[in-house]
């Protein structure tokens, strides 16, 4: 009679291999959901601060737009344009 053997089969080791991958593949899912998640979050971000930005200017430029009107009709010449500062 052969002595049994204290090891695990072949048959559980490749088992336990495959459930290995499968949890290693699952972390890898993950971990990358919550990437892109965050991602999302950030360009989400930018988007709603460009549009502040934006609105910004254009309510700027429409008051200065207003009040150079308001020059032209009163006989004042309007001011000259700012450069832009690098």
């Known amino acids: 009679m052969r002595p049994r053997q204290s090891s695990p089969s072949i048959r559980r080791q490749l088992l336990a291999l495959f459930g290995l ?10 971990i990358d ?27 700027h430029r429409n008051v200065v737009a207003v009040h150079e009107r308001g020059k032209m009709a009163a006989g004042v010449a309007p001011a000259a344009r700012c450069e832009k500062r690098r």
């Open 21 to 30: 991958l499968l949890l290693a593949g699952t972390t890898v899912l993950v």
């Open 33 to 59: 959901e919550i990437a892109q998640y965050r991602a999302r979050q950030s360009l989400q971000s930018l988007r709603d601060h460009n549009r502040i930005q934006v609105g910004i200017s254009l309510e």
